[in-house]
C-alpha cells in the first residue's frame, strides 16, 4: 500500500506499487487551482490509470465543516503471476 505526497517527483513511485489509496480533494475544473490544498481534476487523478493501476474502489464525500468535496480512491496494479 502506498500513503505519499503527490507531487511530480513522486509520480515515478508509483510504477512500483502494487496497491495505492488516494484521499484528497478534488475540483470539477481543469483550472489551476489556488493552494495549498490543491484539489485534483479528473485528469490529474486519470495519471494514476495512466501509470498502470486500475480504480477498486471510489467514495466521494464533503468534509464535514467546510463542505468541501473529497474523494477516497483504492487503486491496485494487476500483476501476472507467470512474471510476464
Do not use: N
Not at 2 to 17: D, E, F, I, K, N
Not at 53 to 76: A, G, N, P, T
Amino acid at each position: 500500500m502506498c500513503v505519499l505526497a503527490l507531487s511530480p517527483q513522486s509520480l515515478p513511485l508509483l510504477l512500483s506499487v502494487t496497491q495505492c489509496l488516494v484521499i484528497t480533494r478534488v475540483r470539477d475544473t481543469e483550472a489551476e487551482p489556488d493552494g495549498p490544498p490543491w484539489p485534483l481534476s479528473d485528469s490529474e487523478l486519470a495519471q494514476f490509470e495512466s501509470l498502470g493501476l486500475q480504480q477498486v474502489e471510489k467514495l466521494e464525500f464533503l468534509e464535514s465543516e467546510l463542505d468541501v468535496k473529497q474523494v477516497r480512491i483504492e487503486y491496485q496494479r494487476h500483476t501476472s503471476l507467470t512474471g510476464s
